[in-house]
């Protein structure tokens, strides 16, 4: 088993540092600042592609992490994508960061979407943690206080997806056309969480720490449902469909039992655990294919929505069934670790390019560009955040 657990985290660690890493240090860094918006499947750069707050800020933490972790070769990509961030992201007026820019920086979508403002903080926070940088911590705290003071739900909880650039009420408050319009998701939820519990790292500020315990909870009450997340609601946590995404249940188990570990409520840890082991099971059950890879979504009764095997999935799965197996000792969880790693070895990962294939078909096979729309090794929703994160949480577990 340790020989075992060796070679996977030196496959995993190479993955991370040969493969993922150098395709955004090399072919997706902008000479002219930032990281170009795009890149299809054979690798082309799409550069004059809209760039996306999500996806920036999803660079800055992973290579924050890999300053952290890795050592200081990382650090002025990390610089770099620090600069990016703070200079053209960030609304100077109304505070905030602006959903989408155009190549040369200009807003293409000036709203305050609340996801994106999560994963600045967790960016933020984590560039902070990495090089001691007081400007970042300043720039994550006031970005929560803003979270606080425009899109919480004091009376009935939680907190509400999207706002205008005066954070002003938004009619349509979607994260995707893909969503539904509702006002409250898992996803934002989830995210804010995640941010929150990076910040908290940091800055153990007494309104933090409240906000975090009362977001656990009301995720833990209100959006885990037997095993499963519901997706969507209401202002009233009425749920508004019953699809299940195994991938978002795999990557919120071990998200909750981390953010109650991170604040240190017991009561509240406890109940992430068996929640979290309900919902591994329940992937592990549900989710699966015989290849060992992650379906993508489904109707409440089981029945496939999609079927593609979706990059990031895979990436959460692997950390998900891990953190299962480690509070549970179940071999089955084990089993699906190693399953789940050779399926992105074997299959996902692009060794031709470098980076991972968005999405593949349903026997394993990686989509061209022309035959779907979202295959690409780059795009507004592709980046090293998924996958680069899954190898570094990877590393820090095998080490046991």
Not at 146 to 165: P, Q, S, T, V
Not at 281 to 303: C, I, N, Q, V
Request: a negative charge; glycine letters at 8%.
């Amino acid at each position: 088993m340790a020989a075992d657990d060796r070679g996977m985290r030196e496959e995993i660690l190479r993955e991370l540092t040969e493969n993922i890493l150098p395709f955004w240090q090399g072919r997706m860094r902008d000479p002219q600042g930032g990281f170009f918006g795009a890149a299809d499947c054979d690798g082309i750069v799409d550069k004059a592609a809209p760039r996306a707050a999500v996806v920036n800020a999803r660079i800055l933490w992973t290579f924050a992490t890999a300053t952290r972790v890795l050592g200081a070769s990382y650090r002025a990509t990390a610089d770099w994508a620090f600069d990016e961030l703070r200079t053209r992201f960030i609304d100077g007026e109304h505070g905030g960061l602006y959903w989408m820019l155009d190549a040369a920086g200009r807003p293409l979508s000036d709203r305050k979407q609340i996801y994106a403002q999560a994963f600045a903080i967790y960016a933020f926070s984590e560039y902070a943690r990495a090089t001691g940088n007081r400007d970042a911590l300043g720039l994550a705290i006031g970005l929560f206080r803003l979270i606080e003071k425009h899109a919480a739900d004091r009376e009935r909880g939680g907190y509400i997806e999207a706002l205008d650039r005066a954070w002003g009420p938004l009619d349509d408050m979607r994260l995707s056309d893909k969503d539904l319009n509702s006002p409250k998701s898992m996803n934002t939820h989830l995210h804010i969480m995640e941010a929150y519990t990076n910040l908290l790292r940091i800055w153990r500020d007494p309104a933090l720490v409240a906000r975090q315990g009362d977001l656990i909870a009301v995720t833990l009450d209100r959006i885990v449902d037997n095993g499963h997340f519901k997706l969507f609601f209401d202002m009233d946590w009425r749920s508004l469909n019953d699809h299940v995404s195994y991938g978002h249940d795999i990557e919120g188990s071990w998200l909750l039992v981390e953010a109650a570990e991170v604040l240190g409520n017991e009561a509240l840890l406890a109940r992430a655990r068996d929640a979290a082991v309900l919902m591994a099971e329940r992937t592990l059950a549900e989710g699966r294919d015989a290849d060992g890879s992650l379906h993508y979504e489904a109707h409440g009764d089981g029945r496939l929505i999609d079927a593609d095997k979706h990059w990031w999935p895979q990436a959460e799965a692997l950390v998900g069934f891990q953190n299962a197996w480690e509070m549970t000792g179940n071999p089955n969880f084990r089993d699906a670790v190693r399953d789940v790693w050779t399926f992105i070895r074997d299959k996902v990962a692009d060794r031709a390019h470098g980076e991972w294939h968005a999405k593949l078909t349903p026997d394993g096979r990686p989509y061209a560009a022309a035959e779907d729309a979202d295959a690409c090794l780059a795009g507004p929703w592709k980046c090293p955040y998924h996958n680069g994160r899954a190898c570094f949480e990877m590393l820090e577990r095998l080490k046991a």
